[in-house]
């Protein structure tokens, strides 16, 4: 809107590179959205009136192969990247919806399977049908292409009997997602409910069982009880109580089983955004934690293993990957060096390897410039992402400058400061780092043997605080 007026004009579309990540901006009015890693991306820019006639005819020549965005070649086998869930499909096979209905409800999860773009690397997908008795028919692992899933969706017996909804979700929550059935860690936890008309038990106990064991449940219904039928239903507020979250995203409302294609891309859109996967965001899969490493002369080769040893103790509790938490590194003397950035390593061996290749690089001790440094540089393309910060800062000895400026200003950028001291480090510029409360933001020991105890302390003051913040 700030380039293209209402007056028109000719304008400059230049392809550019993709990015690893896109944050959210807001310009003239419009907000967008944050997207992760993108095949390529486009400027836009308006030319001058002299350059008129020739960027018209470069464009009206360019228009054919322009005009839809190119979009990424998707390997069959690794599936769409973009839209990583392990997906359990409830379906209702009760005398509720009836063989014909079943049948059509077969065809709109099919559908919308293939549209996930399943495979390896991308969505994984499985059935359970709710009847009297719940039955896993194929869980996460059994097929990881879309024709496969296709096929066995196609090849589903219709059970019958009452729709115990509640009593299926609760066992799928319960026994679907266990790692030997196929469920991948720090990867989100899905169950889409397909319900015809209202579930014949309760089904608010299994919605909290569902959100203990981090699933997000989605609703999808079809034919809401009539007025007549309302006295029925157990619990007129059973859609509610049983998603993951009752905030209006996670429940889907079709009219009938007929004439479904139009509402299989939007329910799709919703099972990919992970952003929005509320109830499987844990401190161990949500957070950046980035480490700023004290490398002055005094710490010494032997005790700088021991802190990097530290380091991957602490890294090494949290499910590293591109979707999930982001681990980050920083030395310093008088000067900063990054050694690796969030987006550099989406693995856990990746990122531990790189912290046991860091040199150590021996000088002076500037701790505020190092924590503005971070701030800045790592922790500010970051600023918008769904992850929750954290810095630890590790230092052994009084810093040559000013650190409580610079740790306001960290924390007013959102970023959580535990402050980790060892040696001689003063206990009032620890103090002054770390954030409310200092005290449990706040360590130290005397011996860099001590480091080790300290690990189980961290984790679960980054728990704690990733806690508070949802609350």
Same mark, same amino acid.
């Given at each position: 809107r700030g380039v293209i007026t209402n007056a028109g004009g000719a304008v400059r579309v230049q392809t550019l590179p993709g990015q690893e990540n896109y944050p959210a901006v807001n310009a003239n009015g419009i907000q967008s959205q944050v997207l992760t890693r993108w095949a390529s991306s486009f400027s836009v820019t308006r030319t001058k009136n002299t350059a008129l006639e020739a960027v018209g005819q470069s464009v009206s020549t360019a228009r054919p192969s322009t005009g839809k965005r190119p979009k990424k070649p998707l390997d069959k086998k690794a599936g769409n990247k973009d839209c990583k869930a392990d997906i359990a499909f409830l379906m209702d096979g009760s005398y509720n919806i009836g063989q014909r209905r079943f049948n059509l409800q077969k065809n709109f999860v099919g559908k919308v399977a293939v549209m996930l773009g399943i495979g390896t690397e991308g969505p994984h997908v499985g059935v359970v049908q709710a009847s009297e008795h719940p039955k896993i028919e194929f869980y996460l692992k059994n097929f990881t292409a879309a024709k496969e899933v296709l096929f066995a969706i196609k090849e589903l017996g219709f059970r019958g009997g009452n729709s115990n909804t509640g009593k299926a979700l609760k066992h799928t929550a319960e026994k679907f997602f266990s790692l030997e059935n196929g469920a991948r860690k720090g990867i989100p936890k899905i169950i889409v409910v397909f319900l015809d008309g209202w579930p014949s038990d309760d089904i608010e106990e299994a919605g909290?069982?569902?959100?203990?064991? %981090?699933? &997000?449940?989605?609703?999808?219904?079809?034919?809401?009880?009539?007025?007549?039928?309302?006295?029925?239903?157990?619990?007129?507020?059973?859609?509610?109580?049983? #998603?993951?979250? *009752?905030? %209006?995203? /996670?429940?889907?409302?079709?009219?009938?089983?007929?004439?479904?294609?139009? $509402?299989?891309?939007?329910?799709?859109?919703?099972?990919?955004?992970?952003?929005?996967?509320?109830?499987?965001?844990?401190? $161990? &899969?949500?957070? &950046?934690?980035?480490?700023?490493?004290?490398?002055?002369?005094? #710490?010494?080769?032997? *005790?700088?293993?021991?802190?990097?040893?530290?380091?991957? *103790?602490?890294?090494?509790? /949290?499910?590293?990957?591109?979707?999930?938490?982001?681990?980050?590194?920083?030395?310093?003397?008088?000067?900063?060096?990054?050694?690796?950035? /969030?987006?550099? $390593?989406?693995?856990?061996?990746?990122?531990?390897?790189?912290?046991?290749?860091?040199?150590?690089?021996?000088?002076?001790?500037?701790?505020?410039?190092?924590?503005?440094?971070?701030?800045? *540089?790592?922790?500010g393309p970051m600023k918008d992402g769904p992850n929750k910060n954290f810095l630890v800062v590790l230092t052994d000895g009084q810093s040559y400058d000013d650190v409580r400026g610079p740790a306001a200003a960290a924390q007013k950028a959102g970023i959580t400061i535990f402050s980790v001291g060892v040696a001689w480090a003063p206990l009032d510029d620890l103090k002054d780092m770390a954030s409310e409360p200092r005290e449990s933001h706040t360590f130290f020991t005397r011996e860099f043997t001590g480091l080790e105890q300290m690990v189980p302390d961290i984790i679960r003051g980054i728990c704690k605080d990733f806690l508070d913040s949802k609350q």
């Open positions: 909290i069982v569902a959100r203990e064991f %981090g699933v &997000n449940v989605f609703i999808v219904s079809v034919a809401k009880p009539t007025t007549e039928e309302l006295g029925m239903v157990q619990d007129i507020g059973f859609v509610d109580k049983a #998603v993951c979250r *009752n905030n %209006g995203f /996670f429940s889907y409302q079709m009219p009938t089983w007929f004439g479904t294609t139009k $509402y299989v891309k939007p329910l799709v859109q919703k099972l990919c955004s992970h952003e929005q996967m509320l109830c499987s965001k844990t401190c $161990y &899969n949500s957070v &950046n934690i980035g480490f700023l490493i004290d490398g002055s002369s005094s #710490v010494g080769d032997s *005790n700088f293993r021991l802190v990097l040893e530290f380091i991957s *103790n602490v890294a090494k509790a /949290f499910e590293i990957s591109d979707i999930g938490s982001k681990i980050a590194a920083v030395q310093f003397t008088y000067d900063q060096r990054t050694e690796f950035s /969030f987006t550099d $390593y989406t693995t856990k061996e990746k990122v531990l390897s790189a912290i046991r290749n860091i040199r150590y690089m021996s000088g002076g001790t500037a701790t505020g410039d190092a924590v503005s440094f971070t701030t800045r *540089n790592v922790f």
